[in-house]
Structure formats: structure tokens, C-alpha cells
């Protein structure tokens, strides 16, 4: 069984600074690509970020030059850090990853989501 667990969010103030991270563990192959996403009150979850095996990442649009994704290869481990929150950046943020199992199939999973406020 492969499972994602994720931790980091808070009430933080406009301005101010957070870091998600998101580890994976089980029986895992290989992890591929590792996404954040986030759903806002009465929204539709959106792509935040999505990190590839690489390292490389690609943002939206509205959190480019504000959040950094990472990850660690060897700790299965991939980080959101959140720079300049503003109040609209207040989502339930949910980590996702594509992994292939030790018995060699593909997997998609999710995390159970961390809140994360940005108050004005």
C-alpha cells in the first residue's frame, strides 16, 4: 500500500510565509511526477504546481514568483514553500503523485489535504 501524508498549513498573515510538505511511503518503485493542487470554498481544485522526476517545475500563473516547489528524490518527500500569501491563496492544498509500485503499476493518488489561510 502507497499512501501520501501531508503536513505544513496554517493561518498565516497576508505577506507571511509557509512550507507544505508531502512524503510518500509504501511500497514504492518509482515516484514520477508530484503535484500540489489546492480547492478554495465553492471552487474548482486547480493545479498549483507540478513537480517532475527531474526536479523542474512548472506554476500557475498566479503563484509564479511567489511559491517554490521542491522535492526530495531520496526522502520521497515534495515541498510547497509559499512566499507573499494573500487572502485569495486560501485553499485546502492537497499533494498529488504519480507512482509506480514495487509490483511495477502505475498509481495516482492524493493526500487528505491540509488547510491553509491567508488573512488579510
Known amino acids: 500500500q502507497v499512501q501520501l501524508v501531508e503536513s505544513g498549513g496554517g493561518l498565516v498573515q497576508a505577506g507571511g510565509s509557509l512550507r507544505l510538505s508531502c512524503s510518500a511511503s509504501?511500497?514504492?518503485?518509482?515516484?514520477?511526477?508530484m503535484g500540489w493542487y489546492r480547492q478554495a470554498p465553492g471552487k474548482q481544485r486547480e493545479l498549483v504546481a507540478v513537480?517532475?522526476?527531474?526536479?523542474?517545475?512548472n506554476y500557475a500563473d498566479s503563484v509564479k514568483g511567489r511559491f517554490t516547489g521542491s522535492r526530495d528524490n531520496a526522502k520521497n518527500t515534495a515541498y510547497l514553500m509559499m512566499n507573499s500569501l494573500k487572502p485569495e491563496d486560501t485553499a485546502v492544498y492537497y499533494c498529488?503523485?504519480?507512482?509506480?509500485?514495487?509490483?511495477?503499476?502505475?498509481?495516482?493518488?492524493w493526500g487528505q489535504g491540509t488547510q491553509v489561510t491567508g488573512s488579510s
Open positions: 498529488n503523485a504519480d507512482v509506480t509500485s514495487i509490483a511495477l503499476v502505475p498509481i495516482n493518488l
Open positions: 509504501g511500497s514504492i518503485f518509482r515516484i514520477n511526477a
Open positions: 513537480i517532475n522526476s527531474g526536479g523542474s517545475t
